[in-house]
């Protein structure tokens, strides 16, 4: 078993943990920079590598005090190298790599989208996640949904990761941030769509389902976001913000929705394909209640085997990134001292299914 330090800051979240290769997070702390960005309605990437700067190195000092733990009882030290903002990446790989070679300890580069792929599989002492697939190598299905993503992995056993269809445009957590800030929410808005949906009905406003008939499993969200725009143009016309705020809630609830019936109807096909046991939806917008709802009944239906991160672990943290880090060390990989950062992931990631996105 091998026990890392891990430190994630591909986006905005600065997050670091202590983590082994059986999935147990013996710590785990992030500071969010939400506010930081709010009144540029969206991430600005210099403000988020400067923020990282100020808070990295304190939230390590704290992590090592509530754990009780010692650097040298870590066996290495990883950090998401890839995909993200660079300038945010290469303030945890510098980190992380000037660390190691203080505590004469290996450094490996880890890709974002794998810690989101063994997200559901973390253990602390409120959860523990009811199958495993990693340990006995058996395939399954990978629905990942977040701010720069929108995928569908065959997972066939750790690192070996096929993409059978991705979206063509935006991803869904995006079409949601856009969603939220037409309605005024500010910035990221998908969790406040999520809160101003309840109580509203799903079917009053018919939002497009992009690609939802097509075979393959490609996914679009451009459209979804035009047509949203258009609908509340055409309220605030007829009524003004009033009637957008008596509207609010059928709104959000309609628009996840949308969103929740095009993942499903590709996880099912995804499903059909495949012929997996096991499926799990996981990144930021595998936090969105009603997506989780809608996924959570169609694996009853179809009686597979799902697992879904607890919230913590929905978003992006680095207890995710040292999961995947520590099984990768496990394996004897490491990465170079000149092993750089990279905005995109690296063809070896990745294989693609013939006929899917590109
Ligand atoms: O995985 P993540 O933390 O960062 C990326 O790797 O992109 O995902 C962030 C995305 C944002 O778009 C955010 O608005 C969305 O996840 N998100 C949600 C919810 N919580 C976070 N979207 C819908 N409903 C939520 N409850
Ligand atoms: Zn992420």
């Known amino acids: 078993m091998k026990t890392v330090l891990a430190i994630e800051t591909s986006c905005d979240d600065t997050s670091v943990a202590i983590v082994n290769s059986e999935g147990w997070v013996s710590g785990s702390l992030s500071l969010n920079q939400d506010q930081a960005h709010a009144k540029f309605g969206g991430i600005v990437p210099e403000i988020a ?35 993200g903002l660079i300038g945010s990446l290469i303030v945890g790989v510098t980190t ?50 977040s701010g720069g993503h929108t995928s569908i992995y065959h997972v066939h056993q750790f690192g070996k990761y096929e993409v059978l269809g991705a979206t063509l445009d935006d991803a869904a957590g995006e079409a949601f941030d856009k969603f939220g800030k037409m309605l005024g929410f500010g ?116 009686s597979v085997q799902l697992q879904i991160p607890p919230l913590r672990y929905c978003t992006d943290n680095a207890a995710m990134i040292g999961f995947a880090g520590a099984l990768r060390v496990e394996r004897g990989e490491f990465s170079e001292w000149s092993t750089a950062t990279s905005p995109y992931s690296l063809p070896q990631d990745f294989t693609s299914a013939p006929g899917a996105t590109p």
């Open 49 to 83: 590598s400067r923020n990282h700067t100020f808070h990295l190195l304190p939230l390590i000092e704290e992590l090592f005090s509530v754990t009780a733990m010692k650097p040298q009882t870590l066996d290495a030290v990883v950090a998401t190298n890839r995909p």
């Open 96 to 145: 992380a790599k000037s660390l190691a070679m203080a505590w004469d300890r290996p450094w490996l580069g880890v890709n974002h989208l794998e810690g989101h792929v063994v997200a559901p599989f973390l253990k602390d002492s409120q959860y523990h996640p009811e199958f495993e697939p990693f340990r006995s190598d058996e395939p399954f299905l990978a629905l990942t949904v």
């Open 187 to 302: 910035f990221p808005g998908g969790i406040k769509v999520d809160r101003a949906s309840a109580g509203g009905e799903p079917d009053k406003y018919d939002f497009p389902r992009g690609l939802i008939n097509e075979e393959h499993l490609s996914m679009s969200f451009s459209g979804l976001k035009s047509s949203a725009m258009r609908l509340i143009d055409e309220l605030e016309e007829r009524g003004g913000t009033e009637l957008i705020q008596t509207e609010l809630a059928h709104l959000c609830s309609s628009f996840q929705e949308a969103v929740a019936d095009v993942l499903v109807a590709k996880l099912d096909r995804a499903l059909d394909q495949t012929g997996v046991n096991g499926v799990i939806l996981t990144g930021g917008v595998s936090a969105n209640s009603r997506l989780r709802e809608r996924v959570k009944a169609w694996a009853e239906k179809r």
